[in-house]
């Protein structure tokens, strides 16, 4: 292939792996999108499409290094969500019946639902245990859910955080392989 040719083809497919990640980024907000993973995948495929531009997988030791930090950065960001959420629920009274049931519940409402079906799940066992547990206090229990949804909004910022942080990175591994090319 022409040299010139596969540059360009390269940069093609940057823009493309970027657009992918932005929309990642979205994802990050919205609970639809699942959006580190969707950020982890773009970088994959751009470390696996290197030898079609005449580099090597992942271009080299770069890539790897880079790929394995943001496969790390997906996984935390994973951890963080149910961490940050159910923390900050527990730390302001949230008892562990509910908390394990808004996991439950969660988990139950993944394949049935999707995306809606975890969220939905997972606040309505939370709800329900707290409304149970203080007597059929629905006011308690909305207190509860109030703090899980300020641990929730505090998991979004956290995971818009790493989502930019892999999005860096995957950029410093862009420059740092276009740079050794060159």
Request: include cysteine; hydrophobic fraction near 65%.
């Amino acid at each position: 292939m022409d040299p010139s040719l596969a540059f360009v083809l390269e940069l093609f497919f940057i823009a493309l792996t970027a657009a992918v990640m932005l929309v990642g980024l979205i994802g990050a907000v919205l609970p639809v999108l699942p959006g580190p993973w969707l950020i982890w995948l773009a970088a994959l495929g751009y470390g696996l499409a290197q030898p079609l531009f005449g580099q090597p997988l992942f271009d080299g030791w770069i890539g790897g290094i880079a790929m394995a930090l943001i496969t790390v950065l997906a996984i935390i960001s994973l951890a963080l969500d149910w961490v940050i959420t159910h923390g900050v629920a527990a730390r302001e009274g949230v008892s562990w019946q509910a908390i394990a049931a808004s996991i439950g519940l969660g988990l139950l409402g993944l394949p049935f639902f999707p995306p809606f079906g975890p969220l939905a799940g997972a606040v309505l066992g939370l709800f329900l245990v707290e409304y149970f547990r203080h007597g059929r206090d629905w006011r308690r229990a909305w207190a509860a859910l109030r703090s899980y949804g300020k641990g929730f909004g505090l998991g979004v910022v956290a995971n818009v955080l790493l989502c930019l942080v892999m999005i860096g990175v995957w950029g410093m591994w862009v420059a740092l392989a276009l740079a050794a090319a060159r």
